[in-house]
Nanobody
Framework: QVHLEVSGGGLVQAGDSLRLSCAAS????????VAWFRQAPGKERDFVAQIKWSGSGTYYSDSVKGRFTISEDSAQNTVYLQMSSLKPEDTVVYYC???????????????????WGQGTQVTVSS
């Protein structure tokens, strides 16, 4: 069974940076894609960023492109989301997701992903 452990959320001020981590156990992700989603209360889970495990392909939503960077550390079996220039509208719960396969296109629908970590709250004050 795959387990995704998410960490790194917190309270920051607008313009600050924060890094989220998604550590996988139960399998390695050498043949997988991994993504970050986020969800506001009462709304759908929205795509944020995606990476093929080899790091050779990354995708971002328009709302975070240029501010957020997804990366992976294969030795740690961990994917990161480096968030910079944070805005109050980035205040939501962030989730890590993983797939049983590699996606060669941007997969923005939550139901396309097989495994989910617990959410972590990011709060950006103005």
């Amino acid at each position: 069974q795959v387990h995704l452990e998410v960490s790194g959320g917190g309270l920051v001020q607008a313009g600050d940076s924060l890094r989220l981590s998604c550590a996988a156990s139960g399998r390695t992700f050498s043949s997988s894609s991994v993504a970050w989603f986020r969800q506001a209360p009462g709304k759908e889970r929205d795509f944020v960023a995606q990476i093929k495990w080899s790091g050779s392909g990354t995708y971002y939503s328009d709302s975070v492109k240029g501010r957020f960077t997804i990366s992976e550390d294969s030795a740690q079996n961990t994917v990161y989301l480096q968030m910079s220039s944070l805005k109050p509208e980035d205040t939501v719960v962030y989730y890590c997701a993983a797939a049983n396969r590699i996606f060669f296109t941007k997969m923005t629908r939550a139901y396309d992903w097989d495994y989910w970590g617990q959410g972590t709250q990011v709060t950006v004050s103005s």
